[in-house]
């Protein structure tokens, strides 16, 4: 069974400041990791995942996420926030293998203020 | 390209009632699921289908029973809704096998009364 945990419930910045959503999770086996984005009245929409390879991976829109195995991690960071950036972010995990089924962490709210 | 739809968008039941959430998906995909969004909970699975004709029981499937008979869709019900029922309702769909991106629908935002 695997478990995420989203360390911050809500994460006010400034605009054009820099953030990290952190996020960790547990598993007995390996996962692939994502990031969801919901953006107000909207569903989900993938931000990134990370499956193999190179452990950071980035976004089209310059959010980029670092896997660490031996910490269990997958925080999400961007250097510069803009307004539109404005919505809840969700960490998951997925087996590898079996109906692939995505373990949500509790969500991040970040709110940015002018 | 619709994508997932889901239908209806809104609902209000009273307590004792029951409904059919339906959820749509024209991209030819295996795996289907529906979750419910709490705050402060994020997203749990209720139920999920890996092909036309199976269905399997997720983390919260009490209260809950799902049908796929036809691979592009997957229908939620309640039999007899209660007032913990209120959420708001996720499906979302995956090819499946190691491609594992999953689409998600627009959401049922559902009050039980």
């Known amino acids: 069974a695997q478990s995420v945990t989203q360390l911050d419930s809500q994460v006010p910045v400034f605009e054009e400041a820099p953030v990290e959503l952190r996020c960790n999770y547990s598993?007995?086996?390996?996962?692939?990791l994502f990031w969801y984005v919901q953006y107000p009245n909207q569903g989900l929409q993938l931000l990134l995942k990370?499956?193999?390879?190179?452990?950071l991976v980035e976004s089209i829109n310059g959010f980029e996420a670092e896997f660490n195995k031996s910490q269990t991690s997958f925080h999400l960071r961007k250097p510069s926030v803009h307004i539109s950036d404005t919505a809840e972010y969700f960490c998951?995990?997925?087996?590898?293998?079996?109906?692939?089924?995505?373990?949500f962490g509790q969500g991040t709210r970040l709110t940015i203020n002018p | 390209n619709a994508g997932v739809t889901q239908t209806p968008k809104f609902r209000v039941l009273k307590t004792g009632q029951s409904m059919t959430l339906l959820c749509a998906q024209d991209?030819?995909?295996?795996?289907m699921y529906w979750y419910r969004q709490d705050p402060g909970m994020g997203l749990r699975l209720i139920h999920y289908?890996?092909?036309?004709?199976?269905?399997a029981k997720g983390e919260v499937p009490d209260g809950y029973n799902v049908s796929r008979l036809k691979k592009q869709n997957f229908l939620l019900g309640l039999e007899s809704a209660a007032p913990s029922q209120t959420s708001v309702y996720f499906c979302?769909?995956?090819?499946?096998?190691?491609?594992?991106?999953?689409?998600f629908g627009q959401g049922t935002r559902l009050t039980v009364v």
């Open positions: 979302a769909s995956s090819l499946g096998r190691m491609n594992t991106e999953a689409f």
């Open positions: 598993s007995s086996v390996s996962v692939y």
């Open positions: 990370y499956l193999s390879g190179s452990t």
């Open positions: 998951a995990v997925s087996d590898l293998r079996g109906a692939q089924k995505l373990v």
């Open positions: 991209m030819n995909h295996e795996y």
């Open positions: 289908s890996v092909g036309e004709g199976t269905t």
